[in-house]
């Protein structure tokens, strides 16, 4: 049995929140042995039990799986009367690009095969939220209603899917809550990896419900099918708390999952049966095994990107197709989870905006990271990238492959240090001439050219991820970003992660709660002694004044561990560039 299931295990946390015992020593690893660790972490999404009592649920057990039979016939309806219809999807920072990135390829499909479209996202945070992080909209319960109002006006039938890896987002809580409230027209579904006796439950400011406590009531609905809770357990993450890794992965398995048997029922009459749903588990697992099959060359990449990191330089990914939009969804998640600059890992998408196809059009007006297509790489970027930087291409061999010459050729005369990731079928060769043009190739080998009934690039796009959440933790964790296996200098931007920063403080420092909460706030606010305001001011404030600042954590930590006041902890951390050093070298020094 795995020993994070025992009930002394971090008995205080959720399953999504707990520190993963395969990673423990991860931050001392080598780019080999992190590509190892994180293909076992990510092994884990397909694991058939936890322990011999099914304690826990996981993707392919019968009551998860016949959940999926269910939605799978209601994405069928809805594609019989599509004009009064729609399927939102909506959530919060990697959970909202999932739910964008689904909706735009699912009614690509639908185009292609000239149906109307019935696919609908929302973001915490709106579209810039694509890109940056914009985690403070996470705490609206109102917010979120508001905008799941607004989409659905005029819809007679709407299948909204509230996506919160935790379960514990206060804007899908609001969500759902609207929708339990006009059951005449809304199926309300959760997708989230813990079980509902540990959803979040704490107080949400200024509104009378907590998640679990709409878990509750959805789960008396979902006696009578009306509403549906699909929240298989996956473990703990590589990374403790980083569900854009194994969290992100399984939400899109299980929605395209879901998407595609729905569509093959409506266009092909193929009955939807569990056996169904199963093989597209096994074929998800495949991508796994394919993917991981090259770790030495993921882990090469790793060591590069690591390197670059380590002299400030940046990582750029230039991407074609949906790949292009993995690469955008990777980077936006350094910044949370990193503590990263917007600059540090940036993604860029072929045709920019007219391919992103998002709700709010073009944003490249509201500032320099808004500029994502090739061309803005060209202008913006090229003329300015130095020897630490890396450069990225990711794609696949059924892509414009003149195009991508071109622009290879072009990055080439600035840097050598260009590498690409990609996609080959049998049916397709890669010219020589442009593999020369990269200083390494990294080749993911598939059977055959996807086929849009088999959701086209989705495949290819799961493979993406695993290789590009690779490359960003790898790197950051060989930068120093992380100790054992938690984020050192997490953006303590909304009330998920202010709570998880309280957390680390206390496991490392073994202080008292009080302690490392005056220590976190004298962190955020700056300040030797805090005054009656800043102790006073709610957990919304503090995220507030915490987003404009940097080395919130390891400053808060460092003050812990050395007793000491702010200005020492600071001069301490700028003595060691490497975060990691610097709180091993205070630990140390407190244990003499
Ligand atoms: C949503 C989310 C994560 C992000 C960060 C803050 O989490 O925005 O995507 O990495 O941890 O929270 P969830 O609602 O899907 O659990």
Redesign the pocket.
């Known amino acids: 049995m795995e020993t994070w299931i025992t009930a002394g295990y971090e008995p205080s946390l959720p399953v999504?929140e707990k520190s993963n015992p395969l990673t423990r020593d991860i931050d001392k690893a080598d780019a080999k042995h992190i590509v190892h660790l994180l293909k076992n972490c990510d092994a884990e999404i397909f694991k058939k039990e936890w322990d011999a009592h099914g304690s826990y649920q996981t993707l392919s057990s019968e009551s998860v799986i016949q959940k999926m039979v269910h939605l799978a016939k209601k994405v069928e309806e809805i594609l019989k009367d599509p004009e009064e219809s729609l399927i939102v999807m909506s959530?919060?920072?990697?959970?909202g690009r999932l739910a964008f990135l689904l909706a735009t390829s699912f009614n690509g499909l639908l185009k292609e095969l000239q149906h109307d479209q019935i696919y609908y996202y929302i973001i915490a945070g709106g579209d810039k939220a694509l890109l940056t992080s914009q985690?403070s909209t996470?705490d609206s319960p109102q917010r979120g209603a508001e905008m799941l109002r607004m989409a659905c006006e005029g819809k007679k039938r709407v299948l909204f899917i509230g996506?919160?890896?935790?379960l514990?987002?206060p804007f899908?809580a609001g969500q759902i809550d609207f929708c339990m409230h006009n059951m005449n027209v809304f199926t309300p579904v959760v997708i989230g990896f813990n079980p509902v006796k540990m959803a979040r439950n704490e107080p949400i400011c200024g509104w009378p419900l907590t998640f679990r406590r709409v878990l509750k009531r959805m789960e008396e609905l979902q006696k009578s099918n009306e509403a549906f809770i699909i929240n298989p357990v996956l473990g703990p993450e590589a990374i403790s708390?980083?569900?854009?890794l194994k969290?992100g992965s399984a939400t899109k398995i299980v929605l395209e999952t879901i998407f595609l048997a729905g569509h093959e029922a409506f266009f092909s009459s193929k009955n939807i049966t569990v056996q169904h749903i199963l093989n597209w588990m096994e074929i998800y697992k495949d991508v796994h095994t394919v993917t991981y099959s090259q770790s030495d060359k993921i882990a090469f990449l790793v060591q590069q990107v690591g390197e670059s990191l380590q002299q400030s330089g940046h990582v750029y990914y230039v991407g074609w197709s949906s790949l292009g939009v993995m690469g955008v969804i990777d980077a936006s998640?350094c910044i949370?989870?990193f503590g990263a600059d917007i600059e540090d890992v940036r993604g860029f998408i072929w045709k920019g905006y007219d391919e992103l196809k998002n709700n709010e059009g073009d944003l490249s007006s509201v500032g320099p990271a808004f500029r994502i297509g090739h061309v803005d790489f060209v202008n913006d970027i090229l003329p300015h990238v130095s020897k630490s930087d890396i450069i990225i291409f990711l794609f696949a061999l059924d892509d414009d492959l003149r195009d991508i010459e071109t622009l290879a050729n072009q990055t080439k005369l600035k840097t050598s240090n260009l590498h690409a990731v990609y996609h080959a079928y049998p049916e397709c060769s890669f010219p020589i001439d442009l593999k020369k043009v990269f200083s390494s190739v990294l080749s993911v080998a598939w059977p055959a050219v996807p086929l849009v009934s088999e959701g086209y690039h989705i495949k290819q796009e799961l493979s993406t991820k695993w290789i590009l959440n690779a490359i960003s933790t790898g790197g950051h964790i060989l930068k120093g970003k992380i100790y054992c296996n938690y984020m050192l200098d997490l953006k303590v931007t909304?009330t998920?992660?202010f709570k998880r920063a309280v957390n680390i403080l206390q496991k490392f420092t073994r202080c008292s709660y009080s302690e490392s909460l005056k220590a976190l706030l004298q962190a955020i606010y700056d300040v030797e002694e805090l005054t009656g305001a800043m102790t006073d001011a709610d957990v919304i404030e503090h995220t507030i004044a915490a987003s404009t600042r940097t080395r919130v954590l390891p400053t808060a930590l460092v003050i812990l561990i050395r007793r000491c006041s702010i200005s020492e902890a600071k001069s301490r951390l700028d003595a060691h560039p490497v975060i990691r050093e610097a709180v091993e070298a205070c630990l140390a020094a407190s244990q003499d």
């Open positions: 999504t959530g919060c920072g990697t959970s985690e996470e996506i919160s890896c935790g514990s987002a899908v708390g980083s569900s854009r969290g998640e949370p989870t909304n998920k992660l």
